[in-house]
């Protein structure tokens, strides 16, 4: 299986690619923005994409916002967007929480996101955000609460040793849900390996002897709520990313078109390599084109415009 460059496509054949879907799902961070900075003609391919007739959804792990906050950050940066476009970890493990009917409270090492997205179902959470514990000489002091139905574990900036001790202990009790919200190893970044919430979840996992349900991308519970949702047509869904074993294996998995964009994670060297390689897992991650950013798109989506106004 082999990735076809999107600028080695000629007139036709890139006609024939706009055409063949009617629905776009995009992951966010590294696709459309870096942190608080938009990449190049990002808001413009994405709103074209509208122009021309596409649905648009934007699809994140990201956890540490809200959908409502997700809408507000694309009307900042132009992107159009309403708040039934986006889906994203915070809200959809309060959903997935809702689907288990749980009645007590739930445990959060995470951002004060999902505490919001819980309460908006009546739901009661507890420590998200910073924490007066935070270093190995205060895990004696750490008291428990009664009646923890869940531990929920998304990206948290205020991560520490008792907050891990914390999940951890609940965890001894099998009957308590330990959810996860991605596995995602790291964030784009070109100074820097930044860990992401993945590392979190993994260290937990290890001192707690559990495997967390995880409801991000690619995992089948974000499938599935994009196919009752949205109510797509797989054969004509289009899935960008810039994360081949999230992002990319999504769309493999529901049979989306797949497209990667280099402006995040995965490196042209690594998708050269997967494209050699003889293992069934590497061969997922493969997308059915790539580009350098998403900006490329900018002038072939306006030409394929003024082709349909014609």
């Not at 991605?182 to 707690?208: M, Q, R, W």
């Not at 992002?247 to 049979?255: E, F, V, Y």
């Amino acid at each position: 299986m082999s990735a076809t460059y999107l600028k080695s496509l000629n007139n036709e054949k890139l006609r024939e690619f706009l055409d063949s879907f009617d629905t776009v799902l995009t992951d966010c961070d590294g696709v459309l923005w870096i942190h608080l900075t938009k990449l190049h003609n990002a808001s413009e391919v994405m709103n074209t994409f509208r122009d021309v007739g596409k649905r648009v959804f934007y699809v994140t792990n990201n956890s540490t916002k809200t959908r409502k906050e997700f809408a507000a950050k694309c009307d900042n940066m132009n992107f159009i967007a309403q708040e039934e476009d986006i889906l994203c970890t915070a809200q959809l493990v309060a959903r997935y929480v809702k689907d288990l009917e749980l009645k007590g409270k739930i445990y959060v090492v995470g951002s004060e996101a999902i505490g919001k997205e819980l309460k908006s179902i009546g739901i009661e959470s507890f420590g998200w955000g910073s924490d007066s514990l935070n270093c190995l000489s205060d895990i004696l002091n750490i008291k428990t609460e009664p009646n923890v139905d869940a531990v929920i574990v998304g990206f948290d900036e205020h991560i520490s040793y008792p907050k891990m001790a914390k999940a951890a202990t609940y965890l001894r009790n099998e009957k308590i849900h330990f959810i996860g919200t991605n596995t995602d190893e790291n964030f784009p970044s070109e100074t820097i390996v930044c860990p992401g919430t993945g590392a979190i979840i993994k260290a937990i996992e290890t001192c707690s002897g559990r495997k967390a349900t995880v409801i991000g991308k690619p995992e089948t519970y974000m499938s599935s709520v994009i196919k009752k949702d949205y109510k797509i047509n797989p054969e004509r869904t289009l899935m960008i990313g810039d994360r081949a074993n999230t992002d990319i294996l999504l769309g493999t998995r529901c049979g989306f078109k797949t497209l990667l964009v280099l402006t995040g994670v995965t490196s042209i060297e690594e998708l050269e390599k997967w494209q050699k390689s003889d293992s069934k897992e590497e061969k997922t991650w493969i997308p059915d084109y790539y580009t350098d950013q998403l900006g490329d798109l900018l002038s072939m989506l306006e030409k394929y415009k003024t082709e349909k106004s014609d």
